[in-house]
T-cell receptor
C-alpha cells in the first residue's frame, strides 16, 4: 500500500534562513509526487509537481527514488512562506492523492 | 470565479440527521474527487468520478455515504444518519489530464471545503 510520511508536524525558521520540509513515500510503482500548500484561511493549492522540475516561489523539490524522498527546499525563507505544507502521492487508475499529515511552517521575523 | 466551489461552507447537524454537500468543479474538468480531512491529518480520498461514472470508492466510504455526479457536471455527497465521527472537512477537487513532453499528469484543483460538525 502507498504511504506518505512527513515527520515534522511543526517547523520554525528565521527569515532568510534555509528551510527543508521532509517527505518520504512508500509506493511499489513509479511515483508521481506533489507538494500542496495551504495558507491561512485559503484553500489547498498546488505548489510543485516533480514531473515538471520547476521552481515556484523559490521552492524546489527533487525526487530521490533511492531514498524514496521528495523533500521541499528553499534557500532563503520569507515570512509569507508561513503555511501548512502537504506532500502527496498520485496513484491508481483514478490518480487519487495520498497525502502526508502535513508540516506547519512558521517563518519568524 | 473559475475555481472549484463547494456549498455549504459550514454545516452543523445533529447526530442521526442526513446532510448533503454540493461541489461545482472547474467547467472543463472531467475528473472529480471527494476527500475528507480531519484535524491534524492530510486529506483522505473518498471517491472519484470520471464524467458521470463513479469509478473508485475508498473503504472509508461506508454505506451511509453516497455520491453522485449527474450529467458529469456538479457532484453531491450525502451522508445519512450522521455520527459524531463524521465531523470533518469535506473537500472536492477536479482535474483534467495535462500532457507534456516530459509526461502527463492530472493536477487536482481543490475547493474551499465544507466543514461538517455533528453534535
Amino acid at each position: 500500500a502507498q504511504r506518505v510520511t512527513q515527520p515534522e508536524k511543526l517547523l520554525s525558521v528565521f527569515k532568510g534562513a534555509p528551510v527543508e520540509l521532509k517527505c518520504n513515500y512508500s509506493y511499489s510503482g513509479s511515483p508521481e509526487l506533489f507538494w500542496y500548500v495551504q495558507y491561512s484561511r485559503q484553500r489547498l493549492q498546488l505548489l510543485l509537481r516533480h514531473i515538471s522540475r520547476e521552481s515556484i516561489k523559490g521552492f524546489t523539490a527533487d525526487l530521490n527514488k533511492g531514498e524514496t524522498s521528495f523533500h521541499l527546499k528553499k534557500p532563503f525563507a520569507q515570512e509569507e512562506d508561513s503555511a501548512m505544507y502537504y506532500c502527496a502521492l498520485s496513484h491508481g487508475s483514478a490518480r487519487q492523492l495520498t497525502f502526508g499529515s502535513g508540516t506547519q511552517l512558521t517563518v519568524l521575523p | 470565479d473559475t475555481g472549484v466551489s463547494q456549498d455549504p461552507r459550514h454545516k452543523i447537524t445533529k447526530r442521526g440527521q442526513n446532510v448533503t454537500f454540493r461541489c461545482d468543479p472547474i467547467s472543463e474538468h472531467n475528473r472529480l474527487y471527494w476527500y475528507r480531512q480531519t484535524l491534524g491529518q492530510g486529506p483522505e480520498f473518498l471517491t472519484y468520478f470520471q464524467n458521470e461514472a463513479q469509478l473508485e470508492k475508498s473503504r472509508l466510504l461506508s454505506d451511509r455515504f453516497s455520491a453522485e455526479r449527474p450529467k458529469g457536471s456538479f457532484s453531491t455527497l450525502e451522508i445519512q444518519r450522521t455520527e459524531q465521527g463524521d465531523s470533518a472537512m469535506y473537500l472536492c477537487a477536479s482535474s483534467l489530464l495535462r500532457g507534456s513532453t516530459s509526461g502527463k499528469t492530472y493536477e487536482q484543483y481543490f475547493g474551499p471545503g465544507t466543514r461538517l460538525t455533528v453534535t
